[in-house]
C-alpha cells in the first residue's frame, strides 16, 4: 500500500512515516495541501488533519478506491462531517494538540488494519501484556444487571474516580441494551424485541451477547459482541452526528442511535466491527491516566470495518 499525507509540522510528520512504515507502508509526506495532487493517482490512502478535510474528501471522491484517514485535536463534531458525507471515510484518530501524532497503538493498529483487512483484532491488541479482564455471556435481563454490576465493582477495584466506574457501567448498559433487544432477529429478518426495550428478556443461546472488560493498569477496554451483525455505518456516524448538533441522544434509529452519544462521552475512542450478518463487536477504550477534565476536553477517535 502507498499513501499521501499532509502535515505541516516537521517534527510530527517524520514521526508519521516511521509509523507508516512500521506498519508496511509506503508513505510520502507534504506540508502544502497543492503538492498532494500529483501523489495522489499512484496512492491507496490519502491521511490529513480534519482541518484538511475538503481536501480529503475531494480527493476520495475523485478516486475510485481511494481510502481517507483524518486525525485531529478538535473536538470529533467537525470530523464527523466527512465520515458521514464519505464512504471511504471511516476513522478520525484523535491526537492530543497539533504538535503530536495520534496515539501510537491506535495508529498502528489502524494502519495495519487499513493495509491488510482482516477480522477484526482480539481485545489483547488494544492493551499491554499482562492485562487482566473478564468475560461474560449474557442472557437475561437480569444477566445484563449483573454484567453491569460486575464491571462497576472490577473497576472499583483499580483504585480510580469513583465516576469511572459509573460511567463504564452506563456505557456497558447501553451497548448491552443494544446488541440485546435491537440486534436479534427471527428467520424473516424482523426484529424480536427491539418493540419494547423495556421487556423482560431471556434470549436463546444462539442469541446472547458476550461482554469482555479488560485492563493494563493504563487502558480500560469495554467490548460488547452480538450474533447478529446489523449494525450499520450510517447508524453510527449519522446518529453521532445528529446527536452532537443538538446536544442530546439521537432516537431516530433506535437503540443503535440511542447508544452513540453516551459512547462518544464515555471513551477515548470506539471502534465498531461488523460482519454483515454474523457479528457486531463494539468497542471502547478509555484512558486511565488523563484525569476527567482533560478526558472531556480531549479529542475522541471513531473507527468504523465492515465484512461480508
Same mark, same amino acid.
Request: aromatic share 8%; net charge neutral.
Given at each position: 500500500?502507498?499513501?499521501?499525507?499532509?502535515?505541516?509540522?516537521?517534527? *510530527?510528520?517524520?514521526?508519521?512515516?516511521?509509523?507508516?512504515?512500521?506498519?508496511?507502508?509506503?508513505?510520502?509526506? =507534504?506540508?502544502?495541501?497543492?503538492?498532494?495532487?500529483?501523489?495522489?493517482?499512484?496512492?491507496?490512502?490519502?491521511?490529513?488533519?480534519?482541518?484538511?478535510?475538503?481536501?480529503?474528501?475531494?480527493?476520495?471522491?475523485?478516486?475510485?478506491?481511494?481510502? %481517507?484517514?483524518?486525525?485531529?485535536?478538535?473536538?470529533?463534531?467537525?470530523?464527523?462531517?466527512?465520515? *458521514?458525507?464519505?464512504?471511504?471515510?471511516?476513522? =478520525?484518530?484523535?491526537?492530543?494538540?497539533?504538535?503530536?501524532?495520534?496515539?501510537?497503538?491506535?495508529?498502528?493498529?489502524?494502519?495495519?488494519?487499513?493495509?491488510?483487512?482482516?477480522?477484526?483484532?482480539?481485545?489483547?491488541?488494544?492493551?499491554?501484556?499482562?492485562?487482566?479482564?473478564?468475560?461474560?455471556?449474557? +442472557?437475561?435481563?437480569? %444477566?445484563?444487571?449483573?454484567?453491569?454490576?460486575?464491571?462497576?465493582?472490577?473497576? !472499583?477495584?483499580?483504585?480510580?474516580?469513583?465516576?469511572?466506574?459509573?460511567?463504564? %457501567?452506563?456505557?456497558?448498559?447501553?451497548?448491552?441494551?443494544?446488541?440485546?433487544?435491537?440486534? +436479534?432477529?427471527?428467520?424473516?429478518?424482523? +426484529?424480536?424485541?427491539?418493540?419494547?426495550?423495556?421487556? =423482560?428478556?431471556?434470549?436463546?443461546?444462539?442469541?446472547? +451477547?458476550?461482554?469482555?472488560?479488560?485492563?493494563?493498569?493504563?487502558?480500560?477496554?469495554?467490548?460488547?459482541?452480538?450474533?447478529?451483525?446489523?449494525?450499520?455505518?450510517?447508524? =453510527?456516524?449519522?446518529?453521532?452526528?445528529?446527536?452532537?448538533?443538538? %446536544?442530546?441522544?439521537?432516537?431516530?434509529?433506535?437503540? #443503535?442511535?440511542?447508544?452513540?452519544?453516551?459512547?462518544?462521552?464515555?471513551? !477515548? #475512542?470506539?471502534?465498531?466491527?461488523? $460482519?454483515?450478518?454474523?457479528?457486531?463487536?463494539?468497542? #471502547? $477504550?478509555?484512558?486511565?491516566?488523563?484525569?476527567?477534565?482533560?478526558?472531556?476536553?480531549?479529542?475522541?477517535?471513531?473507527?468504523?470495518?465492515?465484512?461480508?
Amino acid at each position: 500500500m502507498r499513501a499521501v499525507l499532509l502535515e505541516r509540522n516537521k517534527m *510530527v510528520s517524520r514521526r508519521l512515516i516511521r509509523y507508516f512504515a512500521s506498519a508496511g507502508i509506503e508513505a510520502v509526506c =507534504v506540508e502544502d495541501p497543492a503538492e498532494v495532487a500529483q501523489h495522489v493517482s499512484t496512492c491507496e490512502l490519502i491521511a490529513a488533519d480534519t482541518f484538511d478535510g475538503d481536501l480529503v474528501a475531494s480527493a476520495v471522491r475523485g478516486k475510485a478506491g481511494l481510502r %481517507g484517514l483524518l486525525w485531529t485535536a478538535e473536538p470529533l463534531k467537525r470530523s464527523l462531517r466527512y465520515l *458521514v458525507e464519505n464512504q471511504n471515510i471511516s476513522n =478520525v484518530l484523535g491526537r492530543k494538540d497539533f504538535e503530536s501524532t495520534p496515539r501510537p497503538w491506535e495508529l498502528m493498529m489502524i494502519l495495519r488494519r487499513l493495509k491488510d483487512g482482516g477480522a477484526a483484532p482480539p481485545i489483547s491488541a488494544y492493551l499491554d501484556f499482562g492485562f487482566s479482564g473478564f468475560q461474560d455471556k449474557v +442472557p437475561t435481563t437480569a %444477566g445484563r444487571d449483573a454484567a453491569v454490576a460486575h464491571v462497576q465493582n472490577f473497576i !472499583a477495584g483499580l483504585q480510580v474516580p469513583k465516576r469511572i466506574g459509573e460511567m463504564f %457501567g452506563e456505557l456497558a448498559h447501553e451497548m448491552l441494551m443494544n446488541a440485546m433487544y435491537d440486534a +436479534p432477529v427471527g428467520p424473516d429478518g424482523v +426484529p424480536k424485541y427491539a418493540q419494547d426495550r423495556k421487556a =423482560v428478556l431471556s434470549l436463546l443461546d444462539a442469541e446472547q +451477547p458476550t461482554i469482555r472488560l479488560a485492563t493494563d493498569g493504563t487502558k480500560l477496554a469495554l467490548q460488547v459482541i452480538d450474533p447478529f451483525g446489523r449494525l450499520l455505518r450510517k447508524h =453510527v456516524f449519522d446518529g453521532l452526528a445528529r446527536g452532537l448538533a443538538q %446536544g442530546e441522544m439521537d432516537q431516530s434509529h433506535g437503540g #443503535a442511535g440511542l447508544g452513540m452519544m453516551v459512547c462518544h462521552n464515555s471513551s !477515548a #475512542a470506539m471502534f465498531f466491527d461488523v $460482519v454483515r450478518g454474523r457479528q457486531t463487536e463494539v468497542t #471502547a $477504550v478509555f484512558e486511565l491516566d488523563l484525569n476527567l477534565r482533560e478526558f472531556r476536553t480531549q479529542a475522541k477517535s471513531l473507527h468504523f470495518f465492515q465484512a461480508q
